[in-house]
């Protein structure tokens, strides 16, 4: 608020309600009533920006702060609502792109694939499976390298057909036996030991301790780059907490439906629950807090319980 001396008119005309701010710094343009807020927020804005101040009191040093604090909403709000009708732009070209390929180019590939891979793939509860699709991402599945190599060119051809190409830097092979050179078109496919397959690690030799490693190592990053909320400690720790629950534990569990975890795996799942929500209360080992006394003060649920229930 505003507060100049002697200046009543000068402090009405610029103030602000706090709840107009909140809308310009943090706008939802997802909702009817954030919208509708947001709405509200920049005509209040626009009303003040545009407010007449007499000229001796336009100098004074808190109308200029004022003024700055205006721009600065301004420009917060201007992000905001670009980003927004950036992504929303995004998600219906997107939309329109996805639908198109799904009637006409993918069903063409997946059609040609069946009829020309008949005797390709391996055997999985009495049912051939040659190939796992998700959007533009394909998984290939053979018994030899020769069969997959024919897979391969097949799949380049029936591409070409319909404008698309496959990308070799992005390709990989995966294989339990000893690696036998595969190319097409003259790019040679780097074998590999593990890679990630929408989003989680795949891996034979090391099972799930790759990803839940690298499921941590997220979780973290995610922590910490919402530290200025989560370690705030004049925010409420019951809403910092529940920003972490909605914000950095669905990282650290993603694609949970697909595990069965090691007691080990558990543990370090658990640890990592545990250090995130000691920092956000504040309390250390140093202070002898044990594991159940922590989840009484944060009333919060086993992680990885969680986890086993979603699957």
């Known amino acids: 608020m505003l507060k100049v001396a002697g200046s009543i008119p000068a402090q009405s005309q610029l103030d602000l309600p706090h709840k107009h701010q909140m809308a310009l710094i943090d706008a939802d343009l997802t909702s009817a009533q954030g919208l509708q807020d947001a709405v509200a927020a920049g005509k209040a804005l626009l ?41 929303l732009f995004i998600h219906l070209g997107s939309k329109a792109r996805r639908s198109n390929l799904t009637e006409t180019v993918h069903k063409r590939i997946r059609r040609s694939l069946q009829r020309a891979q008949m005797g390709y793939g391996i055997i999985i509860n009495g049912r051939r499976l040659t190939n796992l699709r998700f959007a533009d991402d394909v998984v290939l599945f053979s018994r030899s390298p020769n069969e997959l190599q024919e897979m391969l060119i097949e799949l380049n051809e029936l591409s070409n057909c319909v404008g698309l190409s496959i990308n070799y830097s992005k390709t990989k092979i995966m294989s339990n036996r000893t690696p036998t050179p595969i190319s097409v078109l003259g790019s040679e496919i780097e074998h590999v030991d593990d890679y990630i397959y929408l989003w989680q690690t795949v891996s034979l030799n090391q099972g799930l301790e790759k990803e839940i490693q690298r499921r941590i190592t997220q979780s973290w990053k995610a ?16 809403l910092t907490l529940e920003a972490l629950n909605s914000c950095v534990f669905p990282v650290l569990i993603y694609g949970c439906q697909t595990w069965a975890l090691t007691e080990r795996q558990k543990m370090n799942i658990e640890i990592c629950q545990r250090k995130m929500e000691r920092k956000i209360v504040g ?3 140093k202070d002898k807090v044990s594991n159940t006394g922590l989840q009484k003060i944060t009333a919060s649920e086993n992680i990885t319980e969680k986890a086993l229930i979603t699957k």
């Open 223 to 238: 922590f910490w780059a919402l530290k200025f909320i989560l370690l705030d400690r004049s925010i409420n720790h019951r």
């Open 283 to 285: 309390v250390s080992l």
């Open 47 to 87: 009303a003040a920006m545009n407010a007449e101040i007499h000229p001796a009191l336009v100098r004074l040093a808190a109308v200029q702060e004022q003024r700055k604090r205006f721009d600065k909403w301004k420009t917060k709000f201007s992000q905001t609502i670009s980003r927004h009708l950036n992504n």
